[in-house]
């Protein structure tokens, strides 16, 4: 009798361990609305969708988040584009074409690569990768999208690799056998037959990819220069959400409409990653019930 | 003949694109480490730092950071292990935990510097800590906790189901066959991908720059609701803020080492573990 009191006594520990991270999910969501419901009514939330953020001011501040939702969605469309190439290649060749010695030495760099601080890349960025880009292109400072994009698809490139390359060594072997039976060549079998079949992977990963550059803050912070303008190019200053927040927070007033604005800004970057993450899982999820 | 010729072409660019990937990498660590090795001493690596950082050594940050990540594994090992070992051992099909699985999968992809956010509201504020270690380390528990609960999870799958049974039928209770015959071949595992969790915890700098992170504070911390410096927070600083930032380049890179010597070194720690693990147990 007294050993089932502790079987259930320790049950509910284990249960309510496991709550607590529905509790933190709960508690984000009222936290960042607690700080930010105050801004609807005054100034209120049409302020949100001014086309100006310029939150300091002596005249009159105004709060749009157009420019920092466009900066993300600038940097974030090209770093996608940057390594998506490298991402999906790097998948293919480790998976199908590289040697068992290269695999083995693949691996642990990758790995390596997404255990370097974001804050060490965005450095190196600074000093090397700023002035190249300057260069290159012949611009007045090279503190660009492009530039902040260049080392994001890096940060994504990781990601992208290890769950496509997942996908694609989980396509079943029968497939293969069956296109080369039919007379295909081991390049057609890859690119017709065996992608094909990894693609819902391969989509879910770059989209995972995708989540990470978004909310990656350090780097964004320090090589895009943080010019809070509506641009749609890859050479112009941008200013991102998460810079926004990061830069901004420790100089406002608690309490401030400029305070409550930069929890807005959390609310939006927030919603944006979490449509991402469910979507790609859903995908991820569907094709894992496939197989 | 022709498509022979093709494939060859196409693979010699895939592997084009994926070296040039590596040769990045390494090139990245290269750089830190050329630039970073003349300036680790003794003296750099257990001095406080003078005139803003311009001289002296980053021994309060350095003593920051691994504050953090202990306080990290302090709160987020127990709890993250307890989660996974409820969903692997205990849950059912069910409401709760489809509940459970969905809000991992929200914490994972929470940005983290909207986890600075919740911190600061939560922790700093609300239940007034100040900006502390203490609400640092808790904030940046709650970012890694998924990535525990997810690979401790995992670990635990990874023990045959047949050792459960055979305890079980031979009269152990549920938590007896747990702590005996499962937690013992499940926990190394579970220990490498909570450690690499916790390893990119110590190098980000988002959630504790608006949590704990000094800018300047030469002295080491009393207590956990002290603010410390932090090596990541202290880089960046060193790299965007100070007003003679190309002076003090050395003492950028030398910081920049410390830090990926630090998180290597967890890694390296998780990823030994691991493969020790491999050869002893196999199914």
Redesign the interface.
């Known amino acids: 009798m007294k050993s089932k009191m502790k079987e259930k006594a320790i049950k509910l520990v284990f249960t309510s361990a496991a709550s607590t991270a529905i509790l933190i999910v709960a508690l984000i969501f009222l936290f960042l609305g607690n700080e930010a419901a105050p801004f609807a009514k005054v100034p209120g939330l049409s302020e949100l969708f001014g086309q100006k953020w310029m939150p300091v001011s002596f005249e009159k501040e105004s709060f749009g988040l157009l420019p920092l939702i466009t900066g993300s969605l600038l940097v974030t469309f090209l770093a996608t584009i940057i390594a998506v190439p490298f991402g999906v290649c790097g998948a293919v060749y480790i998976s199908e074409v590289a040697s068992r010695f290269e695999r083995e030495l693949f691996k642990p760099f990758i790995e390596l690569l997404a255990g370097i601080p974001s804050v060490v890349i965005g450095f190196f960025g600074l000093i090397v990768l700023t002035p190249i880009v300057k260069d290159v292109f012949g611009l007045y400072s090279g503190l660009t999208a492009l530039t902040g994009a260049l080392l994001l698809a890096l940060m994504a490139i990781p990601t992208i690799i290890t769950i496509s390359e997942d996908a694609i060594s989980n396509v079943p072997k029968s497939y293969k056998e069956a296109s080369a039976a039919l007379g295909a060549s081991e390049l057609q079998t890859v690119w017709k037959v065996t992608v094909p079949a990894a693609l819902s992977g391969i989509i879910a990963a770059v989209m995972l990819g995708m989540g990470r550059v978004i909310g990656e803050t350090m780097v964004v912070m320090m090589v895009t220069g943080n010019a809070a303008i509506v641009t749609g190019s890859p050479f112009e200053s941008v200013r991102t959400m998460t810079a926004t927040i990061a830069a901004e927070m420790g100089e406002v007033p608690f309490g401030s409409d400029h305070y409550r604005a930069l929890f807005w800004v959390g609310i939006v970057l927030l919603i944006m990653t979490f449509m991402l993450n469910l979507v790609s899982h859903r995908v991820l999820k569907k094709y894992q019930d496939k197989q | 003949m022709r498509?022979?010729s093709?494939?060859t072409m196409?693979?010699w660019?895939?592997?084009a694109?994926?070296y040039?990937?590596?040769i990045?990498?390494?090139y990245?660590?290269f750089?830190?480490i050329r630039n970073g090795m003349p300036v680790l001493s003794w003296e750099f690596l257990t001095e406080s730092p003078r005139k803003s950082g311009a001289e002296g050594g980053i021994l309060p940050a350095i003593v920051g950071t691994l504050l953090l990540v202990l306080g990290t594994m302090a709160a987020a090992l127990?709890?993250g292990m307890?989660?996974a070992?409820?969903?692997s051992?205990?849950?059912k099909r069910g409401r709760f935990t489809e509940?459970?699985r969905l809000?991992?999968?929200?914490?994972?992809?929470?940005?983290?510097?909207?986890?600075?956010?919740?911190g600061?509201?939560?922790f700093v504020?609300?239940l007034n800590f100040g900006a502390s270690i203490i609400a640092g380390s808790l904030t940046l528990a709650?970012m890694v906790?998924?990535t525990i609960?997810v690979s401790s999870e995992e670990a635990l799958q990874g023990v045959p189901q047949s050792l459960r049974e055979g305890s079980l039928a031979l009269g152990a209770?549920?938590?007896e066959t747990i702590r005996k015959n499962v937690l013992p071949y499940a926990i190394p595992g579970m220990m490498t991908g909570s450690i690499?969790g916790i390893?990119?915890a110590?190098?980000?700098?988002?959630p504790i720059?608006?949590t704990v992170a000094a800018f300047y504070l030469p002295g080491l911390p009393d207590s956990i609701f002290d603010q410390v410096m932090a090596l990541?927070?202290h880089?960046?600083v060193l790299?965007?803020q100070h007003p003679s930032a190309d002076l003090v380049?050395p003492m950028?890179y030398g910081t920049?080492l410390v830090?990926?010597i630090l998180?290597?070194t967890v890694?390296l720690a998780a990823?030994l573990i691991r493969s020790r693990m491999r050869k002893k147990y196999r199914w």
């Open positions: 498509s022979r093709a494939q196409i693979y660019l895939m592997r694109f994926t040039f990937v590596l990045v990498i390494a990245i660590i750089d830190i127990p709890l307890a989660s070992i409820y969903l051992e205990y849950a509940m459970l809000a991992i999968l929200t914490l994972a992809g929470v940005p983290s510097i909207v986890f600075g956010l919740f600061l509201g939560l504020l609300f709650c906790l998924p609960i209770t549920k938590w690499l390893g990119r110590a190098g980000e700098t988002a720059l608006l990541p927070y880089l960046y790299a965007t380049r950028q920049a830090l990926m998180v290597m890694n990823v």
